[in-house]
């Protein structure tokens, strides 16, 4: 049982490249979500979903998309990468509401540098 | 104010000894809290859920105080392998949301 996958697990990019984070859950989980660490903040949620074909904004989405295609998998886009995106990116995936003392699942992360 | 404050410490104890961890919350409707382990540059894993009429879990003990919105988590017996940042965590339970606390640093010291 995988549980949470990402990949990449580490990126460099330059000023002004996109690229796409996946994130890939094997649990049957509704909910999924990303996150940015960055260190003295802790974790900041970007976009989250509640099921396929769904997303919604969270703490800091700007400069960001996400994709909802399947249900076990979130897609993280930058579209035009900025330095201040340089961060490390969690997924994370749940139970739906209904079980409210369910808690999240992380993948590993992604160690995202932009020149 | 954070929604989620904790005290960032570090915190510096030797073996065996016990360490209490505070976390306040902004949100008086807040329905689940947790507190997860972080090590360094890896993913949070869940430590425990935290209920109402507290739980412990081994030298793990967590206690929720809805009226003053602050949760605890206290561990005796330090271990060196206790090293780690603590994370408190409470769902808005709004599209399951979890909203972070900054982290807790705590190190064991031999």
């Known amino acids: 049982n995988a549980g949470v996958t990402q990949t990449p697990k580490f990126r460099v990019l330059k000023t002004g490249q996109s690229m796409t984070l996946l994130c890939a859950q094997d649990m049957n989980h509704e909910y999924m979500y990303w996150y940015r660490q960055d260190p003295g903040m802790g974790l900041r949620l970007i976009h989250y979903?509640?099921?396929?074909?769904?997303?919604a904004k969270g703490e800091v989405p700007d400069g960001y998309n996400v994709s909802r295609l399947k249900k076990q998998n979130f897609l993280l886009g930058l579209e035009s990468a900025a330095p201040s995106q340089t961060s490390v990116y969690f997924c994370?995936?749940?139970?739906?509401?209904?079980?409210?003392?369910?808690?999240?699942?992380f993948g590993d992360g992604t160690r995202l540098s932009i020149l | 104010r954070k929604e989620v404050e904790q005290d960032p410490g570090p915190f510096n104890v030797p073996e065996g000894a016990t360490v209490a961890f505070n976390c306040t919350y902004s949100?008086?409707?807040?329905?689940?809290f947790f507190w997860y382990r972080q090590d360094c540059r890896k993913e949070p894993k869940l430590l425990m859920s935290v209920y109402s009429s507290g739980n412990e879990d081994g030298r793990f003990t967590a206690q929720l105080n809805r009226a003053s919105q602050y949760i605890s988590l206290l561990i005796r017996d330090s271990k060196l392998s206790d090293s780690a940042t603590y994370l408190c965590v409470v769902n808005y339970n709004q599209g399951g949301k979890l909203i972070f606390g900054q982290g807790t640093e705590l190190s064991v010291k031999p």
């Open positions: 979903s509640v099921g396929e074909g769904t997303t």
């Open positions: 949100n008086s409707a807040s329905q689940s």
């Open positions: 994370a995936s749940s139970y739906p509401r209904a079980q409210p003392q369910q808690p999240q699942h």
